[in-house]
């Protein structure tokens, strides 16, 4: 497979990954917001499993394609610390945010009559009240500020990252193989959701509210998706892409250097152009020759 080809692939699995995790996401926040009784309203754990694993089915989609980075705090933490090409770090989020404009897209195509019941039904518009607007992308939750809503964040992604590079050290021996990684970090998405989810909704990825966001002011949301309430549109973006750094170099200096097999191995960088890092979430087979080894789990 040529250069070229290879991340083309690439782009396109960060794309799908994106899509796929805002389709199941964005879908069940719909599920929890638009019917009355909900069937979540009493069973919240279920919308954060469901998240979850939407990040899990985006990992086993695209994960031996692109890592499935899905997150652009994912994909700065791995250049930072992990040997990932900084020139494909702008391409990977834009693949991403477009991935979660497309996914958002999907879920108004199904949901659409649903949205303008409840919006006919509660006197709300789109553009003036944020009509059903939750469905799509996150807000402060209440008595939480803009301000307060930043710090947040900030910290939920730099907990999400740090779990993601535990989850995928090769030198942690009590990591998950390559397998069930996927599962273990879908379930870290759930937990913090379900720890922390009602604070500001838990975006923790710049790709999932934002291309969201940004279909919603197309779609009659106007400024009440862009640039929201209170500004606040740029929280969710700014403070992951913060956060998921300071998770990354907690664990990279904190607890990597401890592990059993830290001193025991090397990594061996690999031709420019192929991503040299250590697995995001998921890994290639190590059968496969156009892959370079370093990309597999120990």
Request: aromatic content about 14%; glycine content about 10%; proline content about 7%.
């Amino acid at each position: 497979m040529s250069e070229n080809r290879r991340y083309l692939g690439e782009l396109l699995s960060e794309f799908f990954a994106v899509a796929i995790i805002v389709l199941f996401g964005d879908g069940v926040a719909a599920m929890y917001s638009l019917y009355d009784p909900s069937p979540y309203k009493s069973a919240y754990w279920g919308v954060c499993i469901v998240w979850g694993l939407g990040v899990t089915v985006a990992i086993y989609a695209t994960g031996a394609i692109s890592g499935t980075h899905a997150n652009p705090a994912v994909t700065m933490a791995l250049a930072m610390f992990r040997g990932f090409s900084w020139k494909k770090v702008i391409p990977y989020i834009s693949a991403q945010v477009l991935g979660g404009f497309a996914g958002a897209a999907l879920v108004y195509s199904l949901y659409v009559p649903v949205i303008d019941h409840f919006n006919m039904a509660h006197n709300l518009t789109r553009a003036v009240d944020g009509g059903a607007a939750g469905v799509f992308f996150t807000h402060p939750g209440d008595f939480v500020t803009v301000s307060h809503a930043f710090w947040d964040e900030l910290v939920l992604t730099a907990v999400l990252v740090f779990g993601i590079f535990a989850i995928t050290c090769q030198y942690n021996t009590q990591a998950p193989q390559a397998n069930s990684s996927a599962l273990i970090i879908g379930l870290l998405v759930a937990i913090i959701g379900a720890s922390c989810g009602y604070l500001d909704a838990w975006a923790i990825n710049p790709a999932r509210d934002f291309g969201p966001r940004l279909f919603c002011f197309f779609a009659g949301w106007g400024q009440s998706a862009l640039p929201a309430p209170g500004n606040y549109f740029w929280v969710p973006i700014v403070a992951p892409l913060i956060g998921g750094p300071i998770g990354a170099a907690v664990y990279h200096y904190g607890l990597r250097p401890f592990m059993p097999r830290y001193l025991e191995q090397t990594i061996t960088v690999a031709p420019e152009g192929v991503n040299p890092a250590e697995p995001v979430l998921i890994v290639s087979n190590p059968g496969d020759p156009a892959l370079p080894v370093v990309n597999r789990v120990s």
